[in-house]
């Protein structure tokens, strides 16, 4: 970890460490998180690793897409 404290995009708080350490990308609050739900939208889609042409589904995987919700300033 830098050590470096972050402020929250959307109140201007200071983000904790701990939540700084859990979670490296955050930009956000815990408070802010609480309100707007997450800051992250996760899709979870199972993967078919069937032969070609086959109507068995043999799900091997899943691939996982996380994409950043914007985030407005509190008003």
């Known amino acids: 970890m830098s ?4 402020m929250c995009q959307r109140c201007g708080t200071a983000i904790p460490a701990e939540r700084i350490e859990a979670m490296p990308e955050t930009r956000i609050c815990v408070q802010c998180s609480k309100e707007i739900g997450d800051e992250f939208d996760v899709t979870v889609t199972p993967v078919n690793t069937a032969k070609a042409g086959s ?3 043999n799900y091997g995987s899943w691939t996982i897409r996380k994409r950043r919700r914007e985030i407005r300033p509190k008003e």
């Open 3 to 6: 050590g470096t404290a972050r």
């Open 55 to 57: 109507l068995k589904k």
